[in-house]
């Protein structure tokens, strides 16, 4: 087999990279060593840079004297640890599904740092935030009749926030499936929830709004209306308490926006055939091809970004409001609490995957592969491609690198059964045993669309320890009803 030594199909992502990550990685035998005990793939965490994304956030609030809460997303990872963590720190959990809320309660995170914001809230689930007086935030009328059933039945009243959405954006509802219109929660809140309404035993507590995709403009604009329909509820003498913007805080996991700027137009002109191709069998990731011109963007997450995290949350509230002064000082204001839901960014560097190479082969139309011992749904979110280039570490050092270019494929017995669509740079032609890593993917990457088909088991989740330079098991993880030991 010959070493394909030619990068005209290899544009460069080069990720960003957490210090803990450099001085792992700078110790292949710790990681042969772990991975020889746990297996391949492995999930590695560490829990500094979620201290540190938390107070970052923390940071942001504090400069405009905002009460505040943040509800770690706990869907975007299993790992209990983050969410003990987000306890620690003095914050919450936002929990989708009744596992996520009975971990939380069993490891010892307070009903009250704890909300539930499932997109299905089955009987099961409203029981047990009933019975520990979890808030929970409303998207639909049957919500509302199952909640209000189980508490006149358990003899409970409990806080709810309500869900909006089709907020005014230039014009046009701005679409979403969940939550009650913007233009019709008024009436709602007045004449459905509380005491001599149809639903009195649930308290409405404060509004929450989730949007999709990461518009800066409509988050301010969602907040603004959110506002308007805070001071139409006091006229009526109706309090709300709360105000959540919920996730969508965007994260820049790439080091250069030129490379990814490169990248897309070289994309772009190998679906076209102008050059030769970036993805297996020339793949669009996500772009129509109609007639051999592409059309649309590659539907692919926004992997650099110049505003993200701290400074995306910082750039909606310095916004003006409708007084023309920033939308921070309306929220202050008025005496509500800001909330929000990071997933993504409170991971942001928390995590990396580990995979060993079981072997090189060439398809048939002569492009190397190298199989890894993981599947692609241990490497997977909504993003066409995970476009980070990741950190090969050979099994034999070499006194002199080699690189040579190819294909990450996995275990499933599927042609489509690639790791990454995009072709990737290897250090030196790669030897079986091997270890291929892949940095920052902590948030949604690992745990989101994880598979056991043919029986695989699922990767198990170790943490580092910075200080000690050791790797241990994730105690929460490993007793967990229903979870593996990590």
Known sequence: MKPETSNTGFFPLTPRIHPWIDQLTANSAILVETLERYGSPLNIHCKRPFEENLKYFREV?????????IYFA????????????????GEGVDTASYRELQQCLDTGVPPNALISTAAVKNEQLLRLALANEVTVVLDNLDECSLLQSLATAMEKQ??????????DDQGKPLHTRFGWPITGAEQFIHTQLGP????????????????NGYSITQRVEAIKQCLSLVDRLK??????NSLDIGGGILVNYLQSSTEWRSFHLALKDAVEGRRSPLTYLNDP?????????????????????SLHKEHFLREILKHQGTDGRPIAEGIRRRGLELRMEPGRSALDQCGITIARVAFRREDTRGELLVGLEMNHTQLKSSSADFLLDPIHVPKKSEEKDTPTFGFLVGSYCLEQELILKRRVRFRTFPQVGDLLIFVNTAGYMMHFYESEAHLFELAKNVFYDMDTNQIHEDALYATAPGLQKA
């Open 74 to 89: 706990r869907k975007a990872n299993k790992c209990l640890s983050f969410a003990k963590e987000a306890c620690r720190l």
């Open 158 to 167: 409990v806080h709810v926030c309500l869900r909006v959405g089709g907020f």
């Open 235 to 240: 006229t009526q003498d109706i309090h709300t």
């Open 196 to 211: 001599g309404n149809r639903f009195d035993r649930l308290r409405y507590y404060g509004l929450h709004f989730h949007l």
């Open 285 to 305: 990731l996500g772009m129509a091809v109609i007639e051999g011109k592409a059309y649309g963007e590659p539907t692919v997450y926004p992997y650099h970004n």
């Open 61 to 69: 609030f504090q400069e405009y004297g905002m009460q505040h809460k």
